[in-house]
């Protein structure tokens, strides 16, 4: 069996085009709180300034403030980040939002880290964009100051991209041993090498041939360094296009197109497409619980979907809880929980309640 999250739409891949930034926050929330009312482990944003695969003026929402107001608006599923870019944030500072947002939350976070690729988006937030050597050391270095920090309680190195001295980070996370880290990419000789290291998780290519021969690397990586590969537990991320017949699948698939197109133009749109083509959880229940429990057989143990309608669109992710995660995953961590009906809403948690989480948690300024 496996665990399995969910994507929340955030703007980052067009998937709040059409509705108003003034709304976006309820469509995210709602989705959140269907979540963790469901049979969902986990919910994932990407952490991204600008639209891919090119820039826009659409709107999308930063990672670690919706951390904080999905902490607020749940009780159960935990929160995670596909992935944090190390060098966006000074580390030190990131493990203190991180230990944070896990006592608001009451210890559900996951750091979701890797070192960074989309140029565009660095260049003009004036980070630069260092080869890829460096963004693999600094992504060294700020994880060996995160778990320092959540172990200890302090954080001090005089590494070659980050010198923090004494950095105090309290509270500590609720987590007991710190925040678990999700090291994603799969760079072979050094992103995997990082991952055997210090990872609780990994994240990479999710074909079943990607899978397999990027896991006998961090098998080789594990052995080397001397940490045990078994504990460490190997995700993947999905992109969804499912129907209950092939008609019902290339429907959704044209509609996706249909609302990329003003924004990529042709080629990109036919090639985003394309990739949703080429997933696993593309096709019928039938087909993706195949193809899924073969995966899961080689070691895949976590899996991440990402449903591109979704903001609008519930019945494909509805369809997923009936017909797909009954064959693929165990009850989610937390208390009694089952498959929505098509016809049934979450309602928002009442103000009162939310009112109570805020006052718990400590003013930043």
């Not at 929160?79 to 939350?105: E, F, H, W």
């Not at 693999?136 to 920090?149: D, H, P, T």
């Amino acid at each position: 069996m496996m665990k399995a999250g969910v994507f929340i739409p955030q703007g980052w891949r067009f998937d709040l085009v059409g509705i108003d930034p003034a709304q976006q926050w309820e469509a995210m929330a709602s989705l959140v709180r269907r979540a963790d009312a469901g049979p969902w482990e986990s919910v994932w944003v990407y952490d991204h300034f600008h639209t891919t695969p090119v820039p826009s003026e659409e709107a999308t929402h930063e990672a670690w403030t919706l951390m904080a107001a999905f902490a607020a608006i749940t009780d159960r599923v935990r929160l995670g980040q596909m992935c944090t870019c190390m060098a966006y944030r000074n580390p030190a500072y990131l493990a203190k939002v991180a230990a944070t947002i896990d006592v608001v939350s009451g210890g559900r976070v996951d750091m979701g880290i890797g070192a960074g690729w989309y140029e565009h988006e660095w260049r003009a937030y004036g980070y630069g964009f260092p080869r890829a050597g460096e963004r693999l050391a600094m992504l060294r270095e700020g994880v060996q100051i995160m778990k320092q920090a959540w172990e200890t309680g302090t954080a001090t190195l005089d590494g070659e991209h980050y010198q923090v001295d004494g950095a105090i980070v309290r509270p500590l996370p609720l987590q007991e041993g710190g925040i678990p880290l999700w090291v994603a990419g799969g760079g072979e000789k050094v992103t995997l090498r990082i991952a055997a290291r210090y990872a609780t998780h990994t994240n990479f290519d999710g074909s079943l041939e990607g899978f397999t021969h990027k896991s006998r690397l961090l098998e080789q990586h594990c052995a080397d360094v001397g940490t045990d590969f078994g504990a460490i537990t190997r995700s993947a991320n999905y992109n969804v296009a499912i129907g209950t017949d092939e008609r019902e699948v290339n429907e959704r698939l044209r509609v996706l197109r249909e609302r990329l197109l003003p924004h990529l133009g042709d080629e990109r749109a036919d090639d985003a497409v394309a990739g949703y083509r080429d997933s696993l959880a593309t096709g019928t229940p039938e087909q993706i619980v195949e193809r899924l429990t073969e995966v899961n057989e080689a070691g895949m143990g976590y899996g991440i979907f990402y449903f591109p309608e979704v903001a609008y669109d519930t019945s494909g992710l509805e369809l997923f809880e009936r017909e797909v995660l009954p064959h693929l995953v165990g009850p989610p961590s937390g208390s009694d929980l089952r498959v929505l009906e098509a016809d049934e809403t979450v309602p928002p948690r009442p103000e009162e309640e939310v009112a109570d989480v805020a006052r718990a948690t400590p003013d930043p300024h």
